[in-house]
Every structure is written in C-alpha cells, then in structure tokens.
C-alpha cells in the first residue's frame, strides 16, 4: 500500500506530481474507487448534498482529476454483501480516493467492512483528504473526536506513526489555527504535524515524504 495523504486533496502541481510518481503512469490511465463513508456523520459535512459533490468530482482535487474510470465504494454496505463482489474491484483499482468528514466514523466502517485488514495486502495507491489521511495516524486527539466509536476511545488505524492536524492555513483562513493546533498537540505523543492545504505526506514502505507548496509544522517529535 503506497500513501498519499492530503490535508484537502490534490490542490497544487507538486502533490499532483506526487501523486502520478505513486501510481507509475498517468491519472488519465488509472482507475480509481471514491469513498465517500467519512462525510456521513460529520455535522458540517453530510448526508446529503456533500456527498455527492464528492462522488461527482465536483468539490474536491481528487474524483474530478480525469481517471480513466471512477467507481464508488461505500463502507457502511460492505458486510451485508459477499467479499466477492467487491474486494476484486478494490484490489484492481489503482487507487483509493478517500473523503473528509467523520475520521472515527471512518476508521469503524474500515475496520467493520474488512477493508481495513485487507489494505496490507494491496498494492493500491490511497489518497486521502483530511480525515481520510488521519485515519491511517495511531490516534486523532480529543480536538477531533465527533462520533464515538463502540470502544469510546479515539484510535485509528496506526499504519503510520506520526499524527496530522489538517487546515492549518492561518490565523484568518478558514480551518485550524496554529493555536489550535498546538493545543490538539498537547494531548499527543509523538511526531505531530500541523499542515496547509497545500501539503501532503507520501508513506511508501514506511519512508516518510513532505510535499509542500505551502506550510507545515513537525509541533514536536
């Protein structure tokens, strides 16, 4: 599994460059599954119209980047159906395109649809946005804890070892401020990253790689 992972998706040349170097040939010759899971239970976010904004590349730098193909792959159907029907399509798609919203959320129907245990197995390229890349850090902190899990706590996947706070553009920006974000690092230990909009990290074989056009903080290690 090779990682790209975005605060707001693909949103500069570098990160798109990043992103081809990934999948080793052209968007236009990949194909794609979206995953639109996360938005469902974040309040600022969906049901609804966001969603499919995102399913119709509408919103975002990553359905709307011309693949070749573009399916959708909803988490929450996946464990009334049969694992036939859908890991093929996973394990043939070149990569992943994996929305913000609810990163618990997200992290639950991963682990309950079984996708979860068969990223490892794959060599697929995932790109997240926002809580789709936070997903893949150990834990997200308190600061984003929205809908709570059956367990109740605040872990994720923990396939990389470092922690992300996203939309960290400025004190006048929409999202984080850095004073936010150094609060939500407060309760982390561990490599802590605060980032822009136009920054991304690419994880392949554990190799940790900071794609900038923008900003980005390491709060502390």
């Not at 605060?7 to 798109?16: D, L, Q, T």
């Not at 609804?48 to 975002?60: A, L, N, V, Y």
């Not at 872990?155 to 992300?164: Q, W």
């Not at 990253?193 to 390491?218: H, K, M, N, P």
Request: proline share 7%; glycine share 12%; hydrophobic share 45%.
């Amino acid at each position: 599994m090779k990682l790209l992972l975005t605060s707001a998706g693909v949103k500069n040349p570098s990160i798109e460059t990043a992103l081809v170097g990934l999948l080793g040939k052209p968007i236009a010759e990949s194909t794609a599954l979206c995953i639109p899971t996360a938005q469902y239970a974040h309040p600022w976010v969906g049901p609804g119209e966001k969603p499919w904004q995102f399913i119709s590349g509408r919103s975002d730098g990553m359905v709307g980047l011309g693949w070749k193909s573009m399916g959708v792959l909803e988490l929450t159907a996946l464990p009334s159906i049969d694992q036939d029907l859908w890991v093929p399509k996973v394990r043939e798609a070149d990569a992943l395109l994996v929305a913000g919203g609810d990163v618990l959320y997200l992290s639950h129907w991963m682990r309950e649809s079984g996708l979860a245990d068969l990223l490892p197995t794959l060599d697929t390229v995932w790109v997240g946005l926002s809580a789709g890349s936070m997903v893949m850090t150990p834990r997200v902190g308190d600061d984003f804890v929205q809908w709570r899990p059956p367990t109740g706590g605040d872990e994720t996947l923990g396939l990389v070892d470092f922690f992300i706070c996203p939309h960290v553009n400025g004190d006048d920006v929409p999202g984080n401020t850095r004073a936010e974000a150094e609060q939500w690092a407060a309760g982390i230990e561990g490599p802590a990253y605060a980032v822009d909009d136009d920054t991304a990290f690419v994880v392949v074989d554990g190799q940790l790689e900071i794609v900038s056009e923008g900003r980005w903080t390491l709060i502390h290690e």
